[in-house]
């Protein structure tokens, strides 16, 4: 296993589409660093202005680094997905396409071995993609902005996490985001299993995320009973709770609480379940895949 997953390694990490991804993501983030470096405050005003009449709000002191980057995730991370199916999606197919696949089938391995090292290789390419994101969104914000206390805005409250409590967030958020990334892969591997062009299972991928993701953000009582608690992009925005802090009677905020852990963690088992249920099928899927034809 150790061996091919170093083969479809050196397959992902030698096409340079894989490096597209990393490029567009230092060039985005690079883009709204720059513009809020110039105009933070104007940005901050746009979207707490509502409240100047009742508060005196501090928007030299809000916009920090780790301000910054919880911009910058919640701009971002919603479109990367996208990125991660340039790769997943081609992983299976594009050999079937080139005939390498039938070269691999070949040899003394089982096709359950090479679907699962094909999707670990995916996952490690996931995690590079984020660790190269965290990189320049945190800690290159943090150099350029400095550091303070993050305020969140959630509807029309406004959560103040202290700056000793902020960076253990982060860390929780992008492992919450890499899972939810890791079953987009999955969802990729599948589509290219049951397909033998590249093109097909990275469109079905994006469409599949664009209607689900519009379907989940529709407030229609039907949708909301009958279908978002069944579709996975209903779950894989839930980094975002990891910013939302508890308080007490008082109402004062509770230092390293999280408002609705049992949520976060029930989006976590759910996005688990569909990694689970993706992977599994895309094993049966290859494991009767005609690759003579």
Request: aromatic share 10%.
């Given at each position: 296993m150790w061996k091919l997953l170093?083969?479809?390694?050196?397959?992902?990490?030698?096409?340079?589409r894989t490096y597209i991804a990393f490029g567009a993501?230092?060039?985005?983030?690079?883009?709204?660093?720059?513009?809020?470096?110039?105009?933070?405050k104007e940005y901050l005003q746009f979207g707490l202005g509502f409240l100047d009449d009742s508060f005196e709000i501090p928007y030299d002191r809000i916009s920090n680094g780790?301000?910054?980057?919880?911009?910058?995730?919640?701009?971002?991370?919603?479109?990367?997905?996208?990125?991660?199916?340039?790769?997943?999606?081609?992983?299976?197919?594009?050999?079937?396409?080139?005939?390498?696949?039938?070269?691999?089938?070949s040899k003394p391995v089982s096709r359950t071995e090479l679907v699962l090292a094909k999707f670990l290789a995916s996952v490690i390419y996931v995690i590079a993609l984020l660790a190269w994101m965290a990189l320049i969104a945190l800690a290159l914000s943090m150099l350029l902005?400095?550091?303070?206390?993050?305020?969140?805005?959630k509807s029309m409250e406004l959560h103040q996490i202290e700056q000793s409590d902020v960076l253990w967030r982060y860390f929780a958020a992008f492992g919450f985001a890499a899972l939810a990334l890791i079953m987009v892969?999955?969802?990729?591997?599948?589509?290219s299993c049951l397909s033998d062009?590249?093109?097909?299972?990275?469109?079905?991928?994006?469409?599949i995320i664009i209607v689900c993701t519009l379907i989940s953000e529709m407030q229609i009582p039907l949708y909301d009973k009958?279908?978002?608690?069944?579709?996975?992009?209903?779950?894989m925005l839930g980094w975002k709770g990891f910013f939302y802090i508890a308080v007490d009677a008082d109402g004062q905020t509770i230092r390293g609480s999280v408002q609705n852990l049992p949520a976060i963690l029930k989006s976590?088992?759910?996005?688990?379940?569909?990694?689970?249920?993706?992977?599994?099928?895309?094993?049966?899927?290859?494991?009767?895949?005609d690759i003579l034809s």
């Open positions: 170093q083969i479809e390694l050196y397959k992902i990490f030698k096409k340079p993501i230092a060039a985005i983030i690079l883009l709204i660093q720059m513009a809020l470096l110039v105009n933070g780790y301000w910054i980057c919880f911009v910058i995730l919640n701009l971002l991370l919603i479109h990367v997905p996208i990125l991660v199916a340039l790769v997943a999606g081609d992983i299976v197919s594009g050999e079937a396409n080139m005939g390498t696949l039938r070269l691999m089938v902005f400095g550091t303070g206390d993050v305020v969140v805005a892969a999955s969802l990729s591997l599948l589509l062009n590249s093109i097909g299972p990275i469109v079905a991928t994006v469409c009958y279908l978002k608690p069944y579709l996975f992009t209903t779950y976590m088992g759910v996005i688990l379940i569909y990694i689970a249920g993706f992977v599994t099928t895309a094993v049966l899927v290859f494991r009767k895949k």
